[in-house]
C-alpha cells in the first residue's frame, strides 16, 4: 500500500500496490504492520457497508463522542462518492477545516480519516456502496454529527444533496464550546 498525506494533518489517501498478470491484479487493502509503521490506528474492530441506491444520497457529518472517537478507512467499493472530512479536533490548528475527495470503484483509493473527525459522503452515481473500516465498536449513545452545509465549515458539495436522513438534516451547526469528541 502507499500512504500520501492528504489535504490535512494527519488525514492520508491510500493507494494500491497492484500486482498484475493475466488474470488481472491482486493488492492488499490493509496491513497492520504497515498503518503502525505510518503512526496511524491499525485495530479495525468493526467493518461497515452502505448502499446507497440514488445518485445524491448524502450521509454525514458523523463522529462518536469520547471515548469512544474513532479513526476509519473508507473506500467505495461500487459507484462513486465524494467524500468529506472536517477536523473538529481541540488544539488542533486545522480545527474547522475540511477537505473533499472523490473516491469510486474504479480508482480503488481508499482515505484514512483519524479520530476527533467528522466524516460524511455524498453518492455521484445510483448503487453506490462504500465500505467502512470502524477504529471503535459503534456506540449509540456516542454517535453525533453535524450538518452537512453548517456556514461554518462552508464545504463546497459537487451539489445539492436529494435524499438526506431526518437526523443528519437535524443535526445542530459546529458549536467548539460544546463539542465532545
Known amino acids: 500500500m502507499r500512504f500520501g498525506a492528504a489535504g490535512l494533518p494527519g488525514v492520508y489517501l491510500l493507494d494500491l500496490e497492484r500486482h498484475e498478470d493475466e488474470r488481472g491484479f491482486f493488492a492488499r487493502t490493509f496491513c497492520e504492520r504497515e498503518f503502525e509503521a505510518q503512526g496511524l490506528a491499525s485495530r479495525y474492530p468493526q467493518c461497515n457497508l452502505s448502499f446507497n441506491r440514488r445518485r445524491g444520497t448524502l450521509r454525514g457529518l458523523h463522529y ?3 471515548p469512544h472517537r474513532e479513526a476509519k478507512v473508507v473506500r467505495c467499493s461500487r459507484g462513486a462518492v465524494h ?3 472536517v477536523d473538529l479536533r481541540k488544539g488542533s ?7 473533499g475527495i472523490d473516491l469510486d470503484a474504479e480508482s480503488r483509493q481508499a482515505i484514512y480519516v483519524p479520530a476527533g473527525f ?3 459522503f455524498l453518492t455521484l452515481q445510483d448503487e453506490t456502496e462504500v465500505l467502512y473500516h470502524m477504529g471503535e465498536f459503534y456506540v449509540p449513545e456516542a454517535a453525533r454529527g453535524v450538518r452537512w452545509d453548517d456556514p461554518a465549515f462552508g464545504i463546497r458539495w459537487p451539489f445539492a444533496p436529494m435524499v438526506v436522513s431526518a437526523r443528519d438534516r437535524g443535526y445542530p451547526d459546529f458549536d467548539p464550546d460544546r463539542y465532545d469528541g
Open 64 to 66: 462518536q463522542a469520547a
Open 83 to 85: 467524500d468529506v472530512v
Open 93 to 99: 490548528p486545522s480545527r474547522g477545516r475540511w477537505m
Open 118 to 120: 467528522a466524516h460524511g
